[in-house]
Nanobody
């Protein structure tokens, strides 16, 4: 199986930046994609971004497009979520997850391996 460990969350002012990391261990394959999701209290878990391990193709939710960037370091089996121009509405627990293939990358139900989550709080 795949194990995912997240880090990098914290408290920032609106307009600030954070970079989240997600380190994968165990069996990983170039055909997998890494997704980022977030969940605020009382809200549904929502898709944030995704990246393919092999080609580096990226996908973003409209809410974060132009502000967030996801990237990967295949040698370290680590993916990153660079978050710029943060807004209070970005406050949530952020999760990384991985699945096979690139279809339905925005559907949380399709992902079988999940990180523990990291809290991101943006103050106004």
């Amino acid at each position: 199986q795949v194990q995912l460990v997240e880090s990098g969350g914290g408290l920032v002012q609106a307009g600030g930046s954070l970079r989240l990391s997600c380190a994968a261990s165990g069996r990983t394959f170039s055909t997998y994609v890494m997704g980022w999701f977030r969940q605020a209290p009382g809200k549904e878990r929502e898709f944030v971004a995704a990246i393919s391990w092999s080609g580096g193709s990226t996908y973003y939710a409209e809410a974060v497009k132009g502000r967030f960037t996801t990237s990967r370091d295949n040698a370290k089996n680590t993916v990153y979520l660079q978050m710029n121009s943060l807004k209070p509405e970005d406050t949530a627990v952020y999760y990384c997850a991985t699945k096979y293939g690139s279809e339905w990358y925005y559907r949380s139900h399709e992902y079988e391996y999940w990180g523990q989550g990291t809290q991101v709080t943006v103050s106004s």
